[in-house]
């Protein structure tokens, strides 16, 4: 696996907290991407469910990578 494959998904940090805040939650496992953003919009978190819904790759990507808020 090259280094690119495995560096973290840059996200802003209201994406950041709000999948940590989802995680933490315990309600699904964060593999099911369409409950995340579901449990994320129903917490509220609507510019995070966007983003989960509009960035498969780049979710399933941060999901095995991790994620970094972006600077």
């Known amino acids: 696996m090259s280094e690119t494959t495995r560096s973290p998904v840059p996200v802003t940090p ?4 709000d999948l940590e805040a989802v995680r933490r939650s315990g309600l699904t496992n964060m593999l099911d ?10 917490m509220g978190y609507d510019e995070t469910a966007h ?21």
Do not use: M, P, Q, T
Not at 33 to 42: H, L, N, T
Not at 51 to 71: H, M, Q, T
């Open 51 to 71: 983003w989960v819904g509009a960035n498969r790759d780049l979710y399933a990507k941060g999901i095995f990578s991790g994620f970094e808020v972006k600077r």
């Open 33 to 42: 991407r369409s409950r995340v953003a579901g449990i994320a919009e129903e």
């Open 14 to 17: 209201e994406i950041h907290v």
